[in-house]
C-alpha cells in the first residue's frame, strides 16, 4: 500500500503500466530474480572467492616451486632445506603469508590496485603533459560528448535494417527510435543496449526494451535467446575490439543459418562530425570484416540511404 | 543547579551529538549551568564535551540533573546507575541484534547487550523517547508509563543552510540525470540494498538517464556485498557510495536530489527524512520503526516493497507537477514541528516541571500532550 501524506494512493495505474513495462521485455526473468535475492547471499558468495583466491594463489606459488607451508614443528627443519640466515628469512617469510592470509589481508589487494591503476593514471597525464601541454581532461570531455551523440537513422534506413534477418532481434547502439519501434512492432526486439543513458532512456520512454549498460556484452553473456536472427551495431564505436570480438562470437555461437550481423560503418558520418581524431576509435572495415569472418560470417557491402553497412550472413 | 549530560560519543554530523548539542544551548539560554559529557569524542567534540570520567565530581550532588542519553552498549551506563544527581534517560533506541548477525558479530552482541541492559535503567525520575516509538520500547522493557514522555531530535538544519557549496561536486550532481538520494550510516537494518533494487527498477525499466547516491559511513562486509550485488545488476555506473562526506556536499546532495528513498527496516527516528524536507526534496520511506511517526502524515509511506510498482510511482511523481507540489507543501508543514521554537516548547513541557520553571498554558499542553505520560 502507498499513501501519500496520509491518504490511501490508488495504484490500478502504476500496476497497469508496471505490467506493461514486463510485458514489452523491460523487466526480464534475471532482474526479477534479482530483486528476490537476499543480501546474505552476496557475503556468503563473497567469502567463498576469497577462499578460492587464497587456494588458487597458494597451488600456483607451490607449483612455481614455492613452499609456503612451514613444516608443523617450526624447530624441525629438513635437510635439503637452506642453512643460517637465508632459512630464517625464509622461514620468516612462510609465516608471514599464513598471517596475512588468515588475517584477509588479501582483500586489501582491490585498494591496492586501485591506488596502483590511479598512480599509473596519473604519472601519464602529467607525462603527456610535460610532452606537449595537451589536456586531458579537455580531450576526455569531447570525446566523451562525442561518444554520448548517435547517428540518427532516417526511417528508410531503419526500415531497410529491420527487413534483415529473422526471428529475434538485438541492438547494441540505439540509431534513434524508429529502428527499435519497427522490430517492436514486428514482435522481434529482444533488446537493445547502449552505453549512453540519455539514448536508452528515451527509448524506454516508448516501452521499448532498451537498457544503459557500460559494457553491454556482460548482458547479453547472461542471455540465452530462443531464435536468435539479427543482431545490429549501430554503433561499434562505443566497443572496444575485444568487446566487437566478444559480440560476435556471441552472435555467431546463438544464430542458426540465416542469422545476419549488421555493422554499421559509420566513419563517413564520423568525419563530419566535428572532434579531435586519433582519440575516437573509428573500426576499419578489414578488421570488422575479419572479425565477421573469424565466427562464420560471411561479410559484404550493404546500403541503406546513406549509410552503409557491413552485413554478415550466418552459412551453413 | 547544574545539568549534565553523558553522550556516548560527541561527533560532528552525528544524530545524538546534536540533539544534546540543542539541549545544552536552551538550558545555556535559560541560565543554566550545562556540561555535556562523552566516552569518545572527534575533533569537533573536543569543543563541546569532556571525557565521561570527569563526571564522576559531579555525581553526589541530589540537586544537579543527569541527562542520559542511551543510543548503544557503553560502559559509561554505570554512572548513571550510580549517581545521586536527578536522573533523564533519553532513549534514541538500539538496532536490534538480528540486523548485524551475518555481517558484524561483534556489534551484534554490542547491539543485544544493549538491548538486554535497558530494562535495567529503568530506575530514573525522568524517560524520553525521542519518538514514541523508543518510548512504547522502553515501557515494554518495564520502565513505569507514566514517568515516560516523548522529546522529539531537533535537527540543526539552519547549519546546512550557512555552509558554502561544492561548486565541482554540484556540477557533478546537476547534470540532468534524475537523482535518488540515501543519506546515513550504511549498516543493515538500513536495507540499502532494497533501495538499489528499487533503483535498478527504475533505471531499467523507466529512465536510465539516473543515478543512486548514497552518501555516509561505510561499514566493510556490508559494503562488500552491496557491491556485489551493484556489479551483478549492472550499475557500477550509476550506484555512488561517497562514504561520510563534508557538510558542504551534504547540501548539494541534498539540493540535486529528486528523490530520498528510506527502506528502513528500523528507525529511532530518522533524521535524514527531516533534512530532506528542509531542503524539498520528497520522501519515499517504508513504513517501519519511527518513520511512519516521524514523516507525520507527509511524504510517501509504503508497506510493501513493490519495486516495480514503487518505481512506477517515482516516475509518476516526476511527471505529475500537482501530485509532487503537494507532497512537498505537505513536508514543508510538516517542518515547522521539528524548529527551534517547537524543540524549546518540549524541552520545556518535559523538563520544566524538573528544572523549576514556570510553565506557559501551551508548554503544560505540550507535556499532557505529547510529553510524561501523554501517550
Partial sequence: MIQVNGRDFDEHGLRAKAEARKRAGLYDTRLLGLLERDIRQEVEEHVFSMIQVVYDLQRSLEDAGARLEPPTDLSMGEPEERKGRGRSILRRLQTRFIRAVNEGYVQQQEQYNTFFTKAVDISYRQLCGALGGIDLNQVAEKRDRWLSSRPQWEEEVARAVSEQGRAQAVVVGIPGVSLLELLQEEGRLLLALDTSDKTAADAQSRFLPAWFHSQPLQILETMVPQDLGLVVAAFPEILTGEELEGLLAWAGSRMKEGGTVMLALNRVWTEQMSCDEGFVRFWPRRFLAGLMQRHGLKPQEWRAGDRIFLKGEMGA | MRVHQIVPRMDAGDAVSNHALGIHRLLG???????????????????????????????????????????????????????????????????????????????????????????????????????????????????????????????????????????????????????????????????????????????????????????????????????????????????????????????????????????????????????????????????????????????????????????????????????????????????????????????????????????????????????????
Fill in chain 2, 29 to 375: 539560554e535559560w541560565g543554566f549551568e550545562s556540561r555535556i559529557f562523552a566516552n569518545g569524542m572527534d575533533e569537533f567534540g573536543k569543543r563541546h564535551a569532556s571525557y565521561d570520567y570527569t563526571y564522576r565530581e559531579f555525581m553526589h550532588d541530589r540537586d544537579d540533573l543527569l541527562i542520559f542519553h542511551y543510543s548503544i552498549y557503553c560502559g559509561n551506563y554505570q554512572m548513571f546507575l550510580e549517581t545521586k544527581n536527578r536522573k533523564v534517560i533519553i532513549y534514541h533506541n538500539i538496532t536490534p541484534a538480528v540486523f548485524y548477525e551475518v555481517f558484524y558479530p561483534d556489534a551484534a552482541n554490542l547491539c543485544q547487550m544493549g538491548r538486554d541492559l535497558l530494562p535495567q535503567l529503568k530506575d530514573c525520575d525522568l524517560a524520553l523517547g525521542d519518538s514514541d516509538f523508543n518510548r512504547r520500547e522502553m515501557v515494554e522493557a518495564g520502565f513505569p508509563e507514566e514517568k515516560t514522555g516523548v522529546l522529539p531530535i531537533n535537527p540543526p538544519l539552519g547549519r546546512l543552510d550557512e555552509v558554502a557549496e561544492d561548486a565541482d561536486f554540484d556540477r557533478l550532481l546537476e547534470d540532468g540525470r534524475v537523482n535518488f538520494l540515501y543519506v546515513g550510516r550504511v549498516v543493515p537494518n538500513k536495507k540499502v540494498e532494497d533501495i538499489i533494487k528499487l533503483f535498478y527498477c527504475y533505471n531499467r525499466g523507466i529512465n536510465a538517464y539516473s543515478r543512486l547516491v548514497v552518501a555516509g559511513t561505510l561499514l566493510n562486509t556490508y559494503y562488500s556485498a552491496l557491491l556485489s550485488l551493484v556489479q551483478r545488476m549492472g550499475l557500477e555506473d550509476r550506484v555512488f557510495f561517497l562514504g561520510k562526506i563534508s557538510e558542504s556536499r551534504l547540501k548539494s546532495c541534498y539540493q540535486a536530489a529528486d528523490y530520498y528513498i528510506s527502506m528502513s527496516e528500523h528507525e529511532g527516528f530518522c533524521v535524514p527524512i527531516v533534512e530532506s524536507f528542509h531542503f524539498g526534496v520528497p520522501v519515499l520511506a517504508y513504513s517501519a520503526g519511527a518513520v511512519p511517526e516521524t514523516m507525520g502524515g507527509a511524504g510517501i509511506l509504503f508497506t510493501d516493497k513493490d519495486y516495480p510498482l514503487l518505481a512506477e510511482f517515482v516516475d509518476r511523481l516526476g511527471r505529475d507537477t500537482v501530485l509532487k507540489e503537494r507532497v512537498l507543501a505537505a513536508q514543508r508543514e510538516r517542518l515547522a514541528d521539528f524548529d527551534d521554537a517547537a524543540f524549546a516548547r518540549s524541552l520545556r513541557g518535559a523538563l520544566g516541571g524538573m528544572l523549576g520553571l514556570e510553565l506557559e498554558v501551551e508548554e503544560a499542553g505540550a507535556v499532557v500532550g505529547e510529553g510524561v505520560g501523554g501517550k
